[in-house]
């Protein structure tokens, strides 16, 4: 397994669950929306915090890099974590034209962020702590989420 494998396929499983979110919601099954939404915010935090307390940091010990590209996906992390909490909001006053709205948004912002690690971040981690147990340490984290 390759260090960053468990994130590229935890990148699609985020994908169905954010898709579920959305198609409840659209539909007005707010009951459904929410437990979607819930499950996809958890995982994408999880997601988040195994790169940035995991990855990130052994990327940049074995490069040296602290404030190249794992700096600009941590400043995205940060924008898409304020997207969730608009959706939650949204979510809670059912307000299915901001849900969506700031869904299509994050969807944008989601797919954009992806490419960027898995054509360049991960390859680049994979790269520098091949021969390492990371990719280990972060398939437990996500299995645990």
């Known amino acids: 397994m390759s260090t ?3 994130l590229f396929q935890h990148h699609k499983h985020c ?3 954010f898709a579920d979110a959305e198609e409840a919601c659209s539909n007005g099954d707010w009951a459904a929306g929410a437990g979607a939404f819930a499950s996809f915010a958890g995982q994408l935090e999880a997601h988040f915090l195994s790169e940035e307390e995991v990855l990130f940091p052994a990327f940049e010990s074995a490069t040296g890099m602290t ?4 700096e600009v996906m941590r400043g ?6 304020d997207l969730l909490a608009q959706m ?3 979510l809670a006053d059912r307000d299915s034209d901001g849900f969506g709205g700031t869904a ?3 969807l944008i912002m989601m797919q954009q962020h992806n490419m960027k690690e898995e054509n ?3 390859p680049m981690c994979d790269s520098a ?3 390492t147990d990371i990719g280990n340490s972060i398939a437990q984290r996500l299995a645990a989420s």
């Open 76 to 81: 995205e992390h940060r924008q898409m974590r």
């Open 15 to 17: 994908d169905e669950i």
């Open 88 to 90: 939650k909001q949204a």
């Open 67 to 70: 404030s190249g590209p794992t």
């Open 120 to 122: 360049i971040l991960y």
């Open 104 to 106: 299509e948004t994050l």
């Open 129 to 131: 702590l091949g021969g």
């Open 4 to 6: 960053t494998q468990p």
